[in-house]
């Protein structure tokens, strides 16, 4: 039996005070205004946003459960920040749940086609204007459509948690200008991965994709290593 009464209170919520802390606290952190290791203090922040305690608790609770903030009972919450160990892992995943879109080599409908065309075309504009933010937004919305294929929304909550995780490491200012230095490459890179999943050569699509994803995780490595020395 259906309840309108419920159904109508559920319709009139709206985001919390806490979630909206958090989207705004997100923003910054992603774009690189609040630096990874930047203590997130309670009474600053309930001071500087003109919220409660609880609010700012709260706000905190939902970046830390993102991986964005770290919580200590002695040190508090800090930005997180990331290791070359996390680096690895983040991409480790990343090959096993990416290159399991081999599966439906061959099988691509109309619909994912266009979707899949439109995501690179969105990166091949946001390379042609070297418009550096979106086009780390474009490249991870590319790979965030080769995992919608497998149609799992768990699948599909992993990648949106790995790509938060990815923007903190592009916020990072030196990653971006040499990971991102020259975006040509990774346009080509992405037009033959996708060529090669459409011809439904599921053997070349993973070969050329963890290609992809092995360079690109040296060249992240390789920067963190540069910024723990």
Known sequence: MSHPVLAEQLDLQRESSGEQLARALRERILRGAISPGTPL???QIVTSAGVSRS???EALRLLAFEGLVEQSLHRG????RLSTAD???IYRVRRHVETA??????AITADQRRELTGALEELERAAAAREWVPLVEADLAFHRTLVALLGSERLD???RGLELELRLAFSITAFVEREFDDPDPIVADHRLILEHLLA???ARFRARLLDHLDRHEQAAIRVFEGLDG
């Open 101 to 106: 879109a081999a599966q439906v080599a061959g």
């Open 200 to 202: 439904g050569d599921a």
């Open 55 to 57: 609010t700012a608790r």
């Open 87 to 89: 680096i690895a892992d």
């Open 41 to 43: 203090r309670e009474p």
């Open 157 to 159: 909550r992993l990648q």
């Open 77 to 80: 919450a800090t930005v997180r």
